[in-house]
């Protein structure tokens, strides 16, 4: 008490005077004014109270903090609700159990710190699992948490239940109840605030469950009577202030002693406050017995320590503090990058400056902040407005945030950028709609073409019946002839020249009418091959000896020179078509220059068929489609044929299991290559044949 009767909160020590023989002769009087740390340690208390009321009461976003590795080192509401478990079962656990054993095993969550680490932050949306092993769709931001050196101290991870909202309320309300009975029994910490000389200021249940001290007992005290008397002795009670004043905060793993005597192994922290002008206020201590669980508690005096720093570096969301009112009281690095104002310009002022005009001319503001204090929370998304002016669209959650005993302390404010999701929403479903219009015409085209294999399938049979009857008649008249010798030798020779070439278009029609008969069994999945040993070398050599002539006359050298037999088990009368439709294709494109044919093992164990000419080429737009039905990379003016042959010699190839590819150069020629593994087994029916449309 001052003169005159005035009252203030002063810290005082009294200190006894000895003489040299150790006789107390007076005592010392040390008083100081701390009024001023009070109001401070009060204020920050509030500061702290109302941030931590703020995180916990966001609901619809998971947010917590990882270290450098990965392990979760705070663990809020909505990550429980959203996850399924509780702090107790994941602090200390690395995030990546919130993932799929596939991005597990591709190392996904690894991926995302790294590019958070690099970018400063990572965004996407997928799959993740809750402890049920349920998946949800969540879209995720991880951002980095660097210390005023630049140093890489953690990450924030925010996560959104994007799947089902009305499940993820009830979710929400279930985990509320989970929260309170969690926190109920966190007393395992000792928490408590010391003056700048080191004095008890506050003291919490949990400390004084530890060291024994009621609060009456030991507030005033200084801190140096938790310490050992070795401790005591060498000053540590006091250099740990220095180190903590010097480098922000100190920690360590020590003996300490409670009121009783009696020693425990605790873990400590201490951290220098400051105000916002930088003078000390303070020291904050928090102490914690980790005999039996000291990883898991350790992890949550760290998440108590970055709960500040948790909110500031959240870049992506703007997360603020409204007070019943609606009038801002925090402001995070998310919300001056989303709406534009800096701390100094938002603070103070009504949240309805974040609103269009004509929001807040019909009273929207007031409609959202009566609806959160009835229901809890309100939600939405629609139109915001920049500092500039500039409107953006934005999801917005409004949480009512009341203290225990069920007062309204005012409401948190999550605020998300969706402009350009919307905007990517809309070419969306734009797209989509081109799709179908697009499916719509590719099945009209399907169906033309299927009307047109109906057609040639039917016009082959009709075509077989009497192209059959007009080459036996052939083949009779022509013995007839050869019956009557050389009674009528001339005119013999004659008719039976005509009947020959008779025979021979009979035969190129039949050629043609196998070769659509063949198209029809393809598309309709009845292609069979069956397969036997033959010599694929000597195969290939009676075509090569059958088309030679025809080559000859195009003016192109057939070079085949079979280095042996070539053992193989396969259709022959399939291989034999396939080896004349290669090489009437290299002598029609060849340009009358040579044309190479080999035959050959594969080192492991397959055959490969080449056919090389150096004709005219394909171009290389043409290359992919050659091998499709009807489709030609020559025009038909200037070579004849339906563009099927290709088409049935890949079904044939692939039939036996294997590839056929082509090489071309316009202009060079042109390489087919077939390769044909060794085959499973001595028969391939229908069932197994590998044949495409």
Same mark, same amino acid.
């Not at 179908?436 to 299927?450: F, M, S």
């Given at each position: ?57 966001? @609901? ?21 609700? %959203? ?55 969540? /879209? ?19 996560? +959104? ?9 009830? !979710? ?16 395992? #910490? ?11 200021? &506050? ?7 530890? *060291? ?83 990883? !898991? ?19 992506? #969301? ?13 402001? /995070? ?44 929370? #309100? ?6 407005? +920049? ?25 948190? *404010? ?26 719509? @015409? ?7 073409? $299927? ?29 007839? %002839? ?70 000859? $006359? ?5 070079? #085949? ?7 193989? *088990? ?41 056919? !090389?000419? +150096? ?54 020629? &042109? ?18 044949? *590998?044949? +495409?449309?």
């Amino acid at each position: 008490m001052r003169k005159g009767g005035a009252r203030f909160w002063a810290h005082m020590t009294l200190t006894p005077l000895r003489d040299s023989l150790g006789r107390v002769h007076a005592f010392a009087e040390i008083t100081s004014d701390v009024a001023e740390h009070a109001r401070t340690a009060e204020e920050l208390r509030q500061s702290e109270e109302r941030m931590a009321l703020m995180i916990e009461a966001v @609901r619809d976003y998971a947010i917590f903090t990882l270290d450098v590795e990965g392990r979760i080192t705070s663990w809020n509401v909505g990550a429980e609700r %959203l996850e399924g478990y509780r702090a107790d079962e994941v602090l200390g656990k690395h995030f990546s159990i919130f993932y799929s054993d596939e991005d597990r095993r591709a190392d996904h969550p690894g991926e995302e710190l790294r590019q958070a680490t690099v970018d400063g932050r990572y965004e996407e949306e997928g799959l993740r699992l809750r402890k049920d092993g349920t998946q949800f769709w969540a /879209n995720v931001v991880i951002t980095a948490v660097r210390d005023r050196d630049g140093v890489l101290i953690g990450f924030t991870k925010v996560m +959104r239940d994007i799947t089902e909202r009305r499940e993820a309320m009830e !979710t929400l309300r279930q985990s509320e109840e989970k929260l309170r009975h969690v926190v109920e029994q966190v007393e395992d #910490y000792a928490i408590f605030m010391l003056d700048p000389s080191g004095r008890v200021a &506050s003291w919490n249940r949990g400390a004084e469950r530890h *060291k024994g001290w009621t609060a009456d007992e030991i507030i005033g005290q200084h801190f140096s009577v938790f310490y050992t008397h070795e401790d005591r002795q060498r000053q540590h009670p006091q250099h740990e202030l220095e180190v903590a004043l010097a480098r922000g905060s100190y920690s360590e793993e020590g003996w300490r002693v409670r009121k009783d005597g009696s020693r425990f192994w605790a873990y400590v922290v201490i951290t220098a406050l400051r105000d916002d002008s930088g003078r000390l206020i303070g020291f904050a201590k928090v102490t914690r017995d980790v005999s039996e669980k000291r990883a !898991t508690e350790e992890l949550l005096r760290k998440s108590e320590e970055r709960l500040r720093m948790l909110v500031e570096s959240v870049r992506d #969301y703007a997360i603020i503090m409204l007070d019943p009112d609606g009038v801002v009281t925090t402001w /995070n690095a998310g919300a001056q990058g989303i709406m534009g104002y800096r701390a100094e310009e938002a603070l103070g002022r009504h949240f309805s400056i974040f609103y269009p005009p004509e929001d807040v001319a019909a009273g929207r503001p007031d409609v959202e902040v009566r609806t959160a204090i009835a229901e809890g929370r #309100y939600e939405e998304e629609g139109w915001r407005v +920049r500092k500039g002016g500039e409107r953006y669209w934005a999801n917005v959650v409004l949480t009512a945030v009341r203290d225990p005993s069920g007062e309204l302390r005012g409401f948190a *404010k999550v605020t998300r950028d969706l402009t350009e999701r919307r905007r990517i929403e809309r070419e969306a479903r734009a797209a989509e709609e081109q799709a179908v219009i697009e499916r719509a @015409r590719t099945a009209e085209a399907e169906a033309a073409l $299927q009307d047109r294999d109906d057609f040639i399938s039917v016009a082959a049979h009709e075509l077989r019946t009497p192209l059959t009857a007009l080459q036996l008649k052939l083949q009779s008249a022509q013995q007839m %002839l050869d019956k009557l010798g050389g009674t009528v030798s001339a005119q013999v020779t004659l008719v039976n020249t005509r009947i020959e070439g008779a025979l021979r278009q009979s035969h190129r029609l039949t050629e043609l009418v196998e070769r659509l008969l063949d198209v029809s069994r393809i598309v309709g999945g009845r292609l069979v091959v069956s397969v036997e040993e033959c010599d694929l070398a000597s195969l290939v050599g009676h075509v090569v000896d059958d088309l030679r002539e025809q080559a000859h $006359q195009r003016g192109s050298e057939v070079r #085949y020179q079979p280095v042996g037999p070539v053992r193989w *088990k396969c259709d022959p009368a399939r291989l034999e078509q396939v080896a004349v439709n290669l090489l009437s294709n290299a002598i029609k494109y060849g340009s009358g220059k040579p044309i190479d044919v080999r035959v050959e093992a594969t080192d492991e164990g397959g055959v490969r068929l080449s056919v !090389t000419d +150096r004709g005219i080429g394909i171009a290389p737009e043409d290359v992919d489609r050659i091998f499709a039905r009807f489709e030609r990379a020559a025009p038909v003016r200037h070579f004849g044929g339906l563009g099927l042959g290709l088409y049935v010699t890949r079904n044939i190839v692939e039939a036996h299991g294997g590839t056929i590819r082509v090489t071309s150069k316009p202009g060079e020629g &042109s390489s087919f290559v077939v390769e044909l593994p060794r085959p499973p087994s001595a028969t391939i029916t229908a069932a197994s044949a *590998k044949v +495409r449309p």
